[in-house]
C-alpha cells in the first residue's frame, strides 16, 4: 500500500503545535493595511486555533 500523500495546499495554510492543537493564520493581513489600526494588525498577526468543527478535516487533509 503507497503512502497518503499530504495536501500541498494544507501544508502551507496550518501547523501543529508542540501538544498537538492545530493553528491557522488570520485573514485581513494581506492588503489595505494602511486603514487598518496598527492595534488591529498586530492581533491579526497571532495565529488562532482551528475551529473544533474543521479539526477532523484538516487532520485528515495533513495526513494525521
Given at each position: 500500500m503507497p503512502k497518503n500523500k499530504t495536501h500541498s495546499g494544507a501544508k502551507k495554510r496550518f501547523r501543529v503545535t508542540g501538544s498537538g492543537k492545530l493553528m491557522r493564520e488570520q485573514a485581513n493581513k494581506r492588503h489595505l493595511l494602511e486603514v487598518k489600526?496598527?492595534?488591529?494588525?498586530?492581533?491579526?498577526?497571532?495565529?488562532?486555533?482551528?475551529?473544533?468543527a474543521d479539526v477532523r478535516q484538516v487532520k485528515k487533509l495533513l495526513g494525521r
Amino acid at each position: 500500500m503507497p503512502k497518503n500523500k499530504t495536501h500541498s495546499g494544507a501544508k502551507k495554510r496550518f501547523r501543529v503545535t508542540g501538544s498537538g492543537k492545530l493553528m491557522r493564520e488570520q485573514a485581513n493581513k494581506r492588503h489595505l493595511l494602511e486603514v487598518k489600526s496598527s492595534r488591529r494588525k498586530r492581533k491579526l498577526s497571532q495565529d488562532q486555533p482551528v475551529a473544533p468543527a474543521d479539526v477532523r478535516q484538516v487532520k485528515k487533509l495533513l495526513g494525521r
